[in-house]
């Protein structure tokens, strides 16, 4: 037996809403919350790989893949940087004031910013920028070939960066270890999801690599060198992909197919998928200051903020379009 969920190719699809919606939620929870004991990595743990599925799904499903360099700069890298002074002001603030070469060095060493998951908008411009190279590897291999491809790329990297002692904070800064989220999203457009047997083998597999990496072989002190890279986020790797592209997003499917059934939720979803990335990086600045706002003051400066500044960056776009 087997069940897909098939995506729209052409104009709006709100459950890749839904999907953005329920990512961004699960970066407050994950930065604000003490929740990375419960199976973290198995419900909320996905944010980034979330993120990027549907940035790659909605490359390769327009005809024209070119890349727009244009567009890039204005929606993700100059947000980025004027957060990243907000952050600057924040933390001299905060600290009293501090030498600003070693702030800057610091923050950099920290995973190319300040506040918590400051490497996303990072890792985010270097998948756009393989995309259309990645392009030419899909034109010219069948199916099994690409599978392939991918599999002995991912791992490949994961032992070379294991056998030249690569430092763990470039690793988290280069978009290595996402790289086979390409292959999955690039299946996202080519077939949605479909959930046969191999693919429910596939991602029970990947459930428990997932509690592999994150619980025993924490646990047990166990050296994952050279198979895979030795880091901080320890189920963000390619065998645990499955289980988010497809498991996770599959009963995310389910729900969503509830809850759109009412209004005020399919608004408040729409609302939070549109301005993901901006309450993405006004949580940098908030989850930062954590040791003195209370978890709800966060959560409010980072939905509300980021909304604004969804609708700042939009009006200024649309003035530069004239």
């Known amino acids: 037996m087997t069940t897909s969920i098939t995506f729209s190719k052409s104009g709006y699809d709100p459950f890749i809403d839904c999907i953005k919606a329920y990512a961004i939620i699960c970066v407050l929870i994950g930065h ?12 909320a743990g996905m944010q980034v790989p979330l993120f990027i599925l549907v940035q790659v799904f909605h490359f390769y499903k327009k005809e024209d893949t070119c890349l727009n360099i244009k567009k890039i700069f204005q929606r ?17 603030i905060l600290n009293g004031g501090y030498d600003c070469k070693s702030l800057i060095i610091s923050g950099l060493l920290d995973g190319g910013g300040y ?22 590897v ?19 990297l994961e032992v070379l960066c294991s056998l030249i002692y690569l430092p763990e904070w470039l690793y988290r800064l280069l978009a290595i270890r ?36 994150e619980y025993l072989a924490v646990y047990f002190d166990i050296d994952t060198e050279p198979w895979f890279f030795k880091t901080d986020w320890t ?44 309450i993405f990086l006004v949580q940098m600045c908030a989850c930062y200051a954590n040791r003195f706002l209370h978890i709800f003051i966060i959560w409010s400066i980072s939905l509300v903020g980021g909304i604004v500044f ?3 960056n939009n009006m200024i776009f649309r003035i530069k379009a004239k």
Not at 143 to 154: D, G, K, S, Y
Not at 248 to 267: A, D, P, R, Y
């Open 32 to 43: 604000t919350l003490p929740v990375t004991n419960y199976a973290y990595g198995l419900w």
């Open 76 to 92: 993700v890298v100059m947000p980025f940087l004027v957060i990243g002074v907000l952050e600057f002001i924040v933390l001299c």
């Open 115 to 136: 506040g918590p998951g400051s490497y996303f908008p990072i890792t985010y411009v270097q998948i756009a920028l393989l995309l259309p190279c990645f392009q030419r």
């Open 138 to 156: 899909f034109n010219r291999l069948n199916r099994t070939q690409v599978i392939w491809f991918f599999l002995v790329l991912a791992e490949g």
């Open 178 to 213: 996402y790289l086979f989220l390409i292959l999955l999203g690039w299946f996202w457009v080519r077939e949605g999801i479909v959930l046969n047997r191999r693919m429910v083998v596939l991602s029970i597999l990947s459930a428990l690599a997932i509690i592999y990496f």
């Open 235 to 278: 189920f963000h790797r390619w065998p645990c992909y499955y289980f988010c592209a497809y498991g996770l997003v599959f009963l995310l499917h389910l729900i969503w197919e509830w809850l759109q059934k009412t209004e005020w939720i399919s608004n408040l979803v729409k609302e939070l998928a549109k301005s993901s990335y901006e």
């Open 310 to 312: 969804n609708r700042i």
